[in-house]
C-alpha cells in the first residue's frame, strides 16, 4: 500500500498547455509538499501545505498553483506550460512542519516539448 | 552561495570499500540534517537523520555531524554494488517567525560501487 502516490507518472505536453497533477498521502499526516527536480537531480521545494493552510511558497512563477482539498491531498496545477518546466515533479509529506519527510512520492516527470 | 553544497562526484568506490561523502551548509540556524539515496528513476528515500554533534551509526551507515564547522558526512562501510546510487544531503532550519524550518537539499553526490 503506498504511502504517497502521485499521478500521472509521465506528463509530455506541448508549450502553453495547461496541466495538473495529484497527489495523495494515507500516512495520516498533515503537511504536504511539492518539489522539483531539475536535469542537475538539484531536489528544490515549490510548496508545502499544513493542515490545508499554504506555509511555503518559493519563488515559483504564479503560473503554478497548487491546491490542497484536504490533508491526505495536495495538487498542482501548471497554465501555459513552458519548456523550462520540464522537470520531476515530487510529492512529500511529514507530521508537522517540523515532521521528517521519510517518504516521497514515486514522481511524475514532465516533459514540455 | 549555494546553501546546502556536495561534491557531485561520480565517486568511485571499490566494492568492499568506505564511500566517504561530504556535505557544507552555510546557515548556522541549521536543526536536523538528513542523508537521502535516490537511486536513478526513483524517489528519494530516507536513510539517516543526525541532530547533534558527533557520529550516529545505522548498519553500513554512519553520519557525522560538526555544527561548528558546518559540515555533516556519510560514511558507506564495506559498499556494495547495490549502493550504487546519488546521495542527497539535506538541511532542516529551525522555525522562525519567517520560516517554517523548510528543508533544503543538496545537488547530490552520484556514488558508483565497482565490482
Known amino acids: 500500500d503506498t504511502a504517497v502516490s502521485q499521478t500521472p507518472k509521465y506528463l509530455v505536453t506541448q508549450m502553453g498547455n495547461d496541466k495538473s497533477i495529484k497527489c495523495e498521502q494515507n500516512?495520516?499526516?498533515?503537511?504536504m509538499y511539492w518539489y522539483k527536480q531539475d536535469s542537475k537531480k538539484f531536489l528544490k521545494i515549490m510548496f508545502s501545505?499544513?493542515?490545508?493552510?499554504?506555509?511555503i511558497n518559493e519563488t515559483v512563477p504564479n503560473r503554478f498553483s497548487p491546491k490542497s482539498p484536504d490533508k491526505a491531498h495536495l495538487n498542482l496545477h501548471i497554465n501555459s506550460l513552458e519548456l523550462g518546466d520540464s522537470a520531476v515533479y515530487f510529492c512529500?509529506?511529514?507530521?508537522?512542519?517540523?515532521?521528517?519527510?521519510?517518504?516521497f512520492g514515486a514522481g511524475t516527470r514532465l516533459s514540455v516539448l | 552561495q549555494k546553501e546546502v553544497e556536495q561534491n557531485s562526484g561520480p565517486l568511485s568506490v571499490p566494492e568492499g570499500a568506505i564511500a566517504s561523502l561530504n556535505c557544507t551548509y552555510s546557515?548556522?540556524?541549521?536543526?536536523?540534517f538528513f542523508w537521502y539515496r535516490q537511486y536513478s528513476g526513483k524517489s528519494p528515500e530516507l536513510i539517516m537523520s543526525?541532530?547533534?554533534?558527533g557520529d550516529k551509526e545505522d548498519g553500513r551507515f554512519t553520519a557525522q555531524l560538526n555544527k561548528a564547522s558546518q559540515y555533516v558526512s556519510l560514511l558507506i562501510r564495506d559498499s556494495q554494488p547495490s549502493d550504487s546510487a546519488t546521495y542527497l544531503c539535506?538541511?532542516?532550519?529551525?522555525?522562525?517567525?519567517?520560516?517554517?524550518?523548510?528543508?533544503?537539499f543538496g545537488a547530490g553526490t552520484q556514488v558508483v560501487v565497482t565490482p
Open positions: 500516512l495520516g499526516h498533515d503537511t
Open positions: 546557515d548556522r540556524v541549521s536543526q536536523s
Open positions: 501545505y499544513n493542515n490545508k493552510e499554504l506555509i
Open positions: 539535506a538541511v532542516k532550519l529551525r522555525p522562525s517567525t519567517d520560516s517554517w524550518g523548510k528543508l533544503q
Open positions: 543526525i541532530y547533534s554533534n
Open positions: 512529500a509529506s511529514s507530521q508537522g512542519t517540523g515532521g521528517v519527510i521519510q517518504y
